[in-house]
């Protein structure tokens, strides 16, 4: 079966040029560095060879001198994110000369006489990460040097098509527009459909020409895959060392899309999700009805501690409907708690009365709180083959889920797809949205070798491995069913001993060699060998840029809220209101006495859970001190400080009476975050020695509360 893998036809909104790294100077006797004038580049070409997954990408640029003086060039470029220098050669004259490895840090030398040794023409050194600087010489009056640049790059799977970017250069200078041509063999199990330059269909389904100018060019292969499992790709080159690097290809095919079915959203509207933004949520809500087949019903469910029925039954899904659900969230305030089991029980009801299988999707941040394993399987209490489980989790800032695992648990069991995305990158995202709804391949594994646990229909990942020997593995997962899938030879390459082990690093170059001379051919034998270099040139090499001074920001780190906001927490707002809860049990049972200690889930500003580890057995007077646990306000966290400040705090309250007067005794905060705080470089703000309360100071004859 042929599995027709489509791609969306939305590119990233914006692509960001990084043609301002680039730049082409001269330079000379009583000719400073420059912007080029009297150099030009005459030509260049762009040729792409993907092969599989894996690009060879081969810059071929003439350069010419048109004035009266001799010159030197300096060429500063930049290449696709992950690349990796190949190979670099100059054509002098019929003569293609080819680079060989140098140390980074050399000297140059004046040459003394060109019948003993002539000048090297050119040296490609590493200036960044992924920028390169070329410094090539001499360029006489009426000269001219042919540069040929060589770089491998793993295209990137997305949206069923592979994906390279590469990236702008400026030819507003002396630098020409790149003409390129992009040639593309695919792996077993997968055809071309379409080539598309910049999102524009171009060429035939083998190759497609393209401009190189100022702005990035983005290449998509889109891939029509005969399967309706996942294809996987092997790569293979053996290495000097004996070692060998392989590639592994793992793509997704574009599942035929679903028929309208019933779909239940779960949306999470607690204090936390603040720092998304309701605006954030809302753009899902709407994308996600726009991606729902026609006839599509639906139901949203609105939760914190509390779980709501916004419709009460199943509605079409129609933009009014769709408004509808967005301003109840609008009206709904923002409140302590995340019950996604309370959640999951209402969608339950939900489907239970519905026919077909039908769908949910939660929309939250994963701030949960702890909860067993299966609780949320238990709570939805479906059949696996009767129900598809979507996770969207928007992350704001630089936060990560941390109930990644308790979403993914009912997602692995009946099927569907967990999505993780940062706000800020929202956007672009949603392009794919289409895709977030369709079934996922689950619980992959490749061995022992780190790789994404799933895989949505018409997505894909790669994996690079360096070991002894061609590496045997089987990608195990599953779908409705387990797989076990063996690497097909993808489409041979020598581009991958580049990337596994790079020839430009910081520490060494390429350089080409001077042919001329009676000591060159010796010269290029003893270098090559191992020997010192030392660069011979006609013209002095420019003084070397001093580098960018280093950053002065301090690294940001996860942490726990700090103890003594705790403490100061617990005092202004959880003991008044337990005083109150006190008093009123007092009331029912004058002989009460307890000693209750709580356990209480808080980040990103939010009461998440809270349990009483220890609980004093007057069930009201329990359910009355968690309300009033959960009125607190921890502080929203500042993200330029910590990157998340997930807590998990035990504290005790003692309850008594004094001479007719309710005791509520101060407890010590002892905090602890779901993290290693002891891996934790700085480890929680404000640390202090625990701190002994003084249990004869009771907050006897506080007026309490008129509530909790």
């Known amino acids: 079966m042929t599995v027709r893998a489509l791609a969306t036809g939305c590119l990233l909104a914006s692509v960001i040029s990084r043609a301002e790294a680039t730049s082409f100077e001269e330079y000379g006797p009583g000719v400073p560095v420059r912007a080029a004038e009297q150099l030009s580049e005459a030509a260049c070409d762009v040729a792409v060879d993907l092969r599989g997954a894996v690009a060879t990408v081969e810059v071929t640029q003439r350069i010419a001198n048109s004035g009266v003086k001799a010159l030197a060039s300096v060429h500063r470029f930049t290449v696709p994110r992950g690349a990796a220098i190949s190979g670099f050669s100059v054509k002098l004259g019929n003569r293609v000369e080819h680079a060989v490895r140098v140390p980074a840090a050399h000297r140059s030398e004046p040459i003394e006489s060109a019948g003993v040794l002539g000048a090297d023409p050119a040296v490609l050194s590493k200036i960044g990460d992924d920028e390169y600087q070329i410094l090539a010489q001499p360029f006489y009056p009426g000269g001219e040097l042919t540069l040929t640049t060589r770089y491998a790059v793993i295209a990137t799977p997305r949206a069923s098509a592979l994906r390279l970017v590469l990236p702008g250069r400026v030819t507003a200078g002396k630098l020409a527009p790149c003409r ?44 029509d895959v005969a399967s309706t499992q996942p294809v996987v790709w092997q790569q293979s080159q053996a290495l000097p060392d004996g070692t060998t690097a392989s590639l592994l290809t793992v793509l997704g095919p574009r599942i035929k899309a679903p028929i309208a079915r019933p779909v239940v959203l779960l949306i999470d509207s607690s204090r936390s999700m603040d720092l998304v933004g309701r605006h954030n949520v809302g753009k899902v809500i709407r994308a996600l009805g726009s991606a729902l087949p026609v006839g599509t019903q639906l139901e ?26 967005e301003t109840t969230l609008a009206k709904r305030g923002a409140v302590n708690g995340s019950d996604l089991v309370r959640a999951f029980t209402l969608a339950r009801q939900v489907i239970e009365s519905t026919r077909g299988q039908p769908m949910v999707v939660v929309i939250t941040d994963g701030v949960t709180g702890e909860l067993p394993d299966r609780a949320l399987i238990d709570a939805l209490a479906s059949r696996s083959s009767a129900v598809d489980v979507h996770a969207i989790v928007l992350d704001p800032a630089r936060t990560r889920s941390p109930g990644a695992a308790t ?11 967990y999505v993780e995305v940062n706000t800020d990158d929202l956007d672009d995202a949603l392009t794919a949205i289409d895709e977030w709804m369709r079934p996922s391949w689950l619980e992959l594994a490749f061995g022992d070798h780190e790789i994404p646990t799933e895989l949505r229909s018409g997505a894909g990942f790669t994996k690079l491995i360096v070991q002894r020997g061609a590496p045997r ?31 430009v690093t910081d520490d060494r170059a390429l350089a080409v060699l001077s042919t001329s001379g009676r000591i060159a051919t010796n010269r290029i034998a003893m270098i090559a060998g191992g020997g010192r270099y030392d660069r011979s040139v006609v013209l002095p090499d420019p003084p070397r840029r001093a580098p960018l001074p280093p950053t002065t920001a301090s690294t940001i780190h ?24 006190y008093g009123r049990a007092l009331q029912r049972n004058a002989k009460l006495t307890a000693t209750v200690r709580y356990k209480l889930r808080m980040g990103r500003g939010e009461v998440t859970d809270v ?20 009125l607190m306000t921890p502080p929203l966290p500042d993200f330029a400080v910590n990157s998340d400040d997930q807590t998990i705090a035990n504290y005790p309250l003692s309850f008594a009476q004094r001479a007719d007067q309710p005791v509520v005794v101060l407890g010590d905060a002892d905090s602890e975050s779901p993290i290693d705080i002891d891996r934790v470089e700085g480890g929680v703000p404000d640390q202090r020695q625990p701190v002994n309360p003084d249990t004869k100071t009771p907050l006897g004859g506080m007026r309490p509360p008129k509530s909790p």
């Open 558 to 581: 996860a942490s726990a809220i700090a103890r003594t906001t705790l403490e100061r927490l617990f005092r202004e707002q959880l003991h008044p209101k337990a005083h109150a809860c």
């Open 180 to 223: 390129g041509t992009v040639r593309v063999t695919p792996g077993p199990s997968a055809t071309v459909h379409a080539i598309r330059i910049a999102n524009t269909v171009a060429g035939n389904r083998s190759t497609a020409p393209f401009v190189l100018e100022a702005r990035d060019v983005p290449i998509d292969v889109d891939l």
């Open 473 to 503: 593995l089987a990608l195990r997962g599953h779908g409705d069913a387990t797989f076990t899938l063996t690497p097909r030879p993808g489409p041979p390459t020598i581009a991958l001993a580049a990337l596994a082990q790079p020839v």
């Open 407 to 417: 979403l993914r648990s009912p997602v692995n069991l009946y099927g569907g797809a």
């Open 611 to 630: 349990q009483l580890a220890a609980s004093s057995g007057d069930a009201a007077f329990d359910a009355c001190l968690v309300d009033a646990a959960y």
């Open 300 to 325: 949203a469910i609105l939760f914190d501690r509390t779980a709501t029925r916004v419709f009460g039954d199943l509605r079409p899904a129609t933009a009014d409907n769709l408004a509808a659900i």
